[in-house]
């Protein structure tokens, strides 16, 4: 099943790919902002509570689905980039076996626990 997920996963990360193909932005603005969403890390410096909500919007495909279609909505190119960036990195982590987070510590997460071999 997770070999499935991660497909899956893997199969959103390129659609991404593609709607950035869609904007008139060089390919370097991927590459280089596609780790920008890693920075809802640092909450995690005021405790894991707060590091989880941070991480958590930073990595919720809702959210990033809802800011690429205001940017649609409002004709605003550098909105779809957001959402397409926040989409194509939550994609990306999931591949990797990074999930949303649990208040309990930035290893427990929706897709299990990091670090634990597959079941």
Not at 14 to 40: E, H, N, R, T
Request: with cysteine; net charge positive.
């Amino acid at each position: 099943m997770r070999l499935l997920l991660k497909i899956e996963e893997l199969l959103m990360f390129c659609l991404g790919l593609y709607l950035f193909s869609l904007l008139d932005y060089s390919w370097w603005w991927f590459i280089f902002l596609i780790l920008a969403p890693d920075i809802g890390m640092l909450g995690y410096l005021m405790g894991n509570r707060v590091g989880a909500i941070g991480y958590n919007v930073f990595h919720h495909k809702g959210l990033a689905i809802a800011i690429y279609f205001l940017g649609i909505y409002l004709s605003l190119p550098l909105c779809q980039l957001m959402g397409i960036i926040l989409f194509s990195h939550a994609s990306m982590d999931r591949i990797f076996g990074y999930g949303l987070k649990y208040n309990k510590g930035f290893k427990y997460t929706h897709l299990g626990q990091i670090g634990k071999g597959d079941e």
